[in-house]
């Protein structure tokens, strides 16, 4: 991707109402499990233009990984440091070397989830924590997953197969952006109706990001989701567009 990209991906982590909402519910959701530990090493996977950093930063030391040559040159241009360039399902980290590692919407697009959870289990240390999010439900699979390159959508049994597998006691596993699943859903499976899931000859497909959110278009439907985060520090959610998984590598 061209470098420009990063700058414009930076911004809409900082901007988007599904972006702000959802680093609030992971705060939440770290804080309730991660106490305040400058000593504390942990492994972000997949970190692309670093728009969670000064988030994740508050909970321990990070080291940031990602595939893309020009994510990691945009982070080194903003000043971000503790940077390498990987291949999540090949981590250049010896065995053990974490205490918690997050991978934010990143598996999906592994082509051998197994191979990656796999990976992360092993640079954890025992009773290390991982907390991952994915994207929901494959009816709901559309020109969002195209323009971003994903290989599938989860439920969660099927995500806490994969976990498990490698080893992984599951803490939590919730859906989430539940709230505003019904509108989500309504227009996803109206794109695919109406064939606009395919790109059309002369036009780039657009993210669903691309779409300009300002005033209370954004703040309303920031609002909506953040206001499940009470919901998931009780309990879990039935449905949602988003799956939230809180693991345990066993001692």
Not at 29 to 47: A, N
Not at 54 to 83: H, I, N, W
Not at 98 to 121: C, K, N, P, T, Y
Request: aromatic share 14%; charged share 20%; glycine share 8%.
């Amino acid at each position: 991707m061209e470098a420009a990209y990063y700058k414009e991906y930076a911004a809409i982590q900082r901007e988007h109402w599904w972006y702000q909402a959802r680093a609030e519910i992971l705060e939440a959701i770290l804080g309730r499990h991660l106490r305040h530990d400058r000593q504390r090493l942990i492994l972000d996977i997949g970190c692309g233009p670093g728009g969670m950093r000064p988030m994740l930063s508050q909970f321990g030391r990070l080291v940031s990984t990602d595939f893309t040559f020009e994510a990691l040159q945009f982070c080194t241009a903003q000043k971000l440091d503790y940077l390498v360039a990987a291949d999540g399902m090949r981590l250049p980290f010896s065995n053990g070397r974490f205490d918690a590692a997050v991978a934010f919407d990143v598996i999906e697009h592994l082509s051998d989830d197994g191979l990656g959870v796999r990976e992360l289990f092993r640079v954890l240390k025992p009773q290390g924590w991982l907390f991952v999010t994915v994207p929901a439900f494959q009816f709901l699979w559309g020109r969002q997953d195209l323009v971003s390159h994903h290989f599938r959508r989860y439920n969660a049994a099927g995500l806490s197969t994969v976990l498990r597998a490698a080893g992984f006691d599951i803490e939590q596993i919730s859906y989430f952006n539940t709230f505003l699943f019904p509108p989500v859903a309504a227009i996803r499976l109206t794109y695919r109706w109406l064939g606009l899931n395919r790109a059309r000859a002369g036009k780039e497909m657009k993210s669903d990001f691309s779409v300009p959110h300002h005033g209370w278009r954004n703040e309303l439907p920031r609002k909506i989701f953040a206001a499940e985060k009470p919901f998931l520090l009780r309990g879990n959610l039935p449905f949602g567009v988003s799956l939230l998984c809180i693991a345990c590598r066993p001692q």
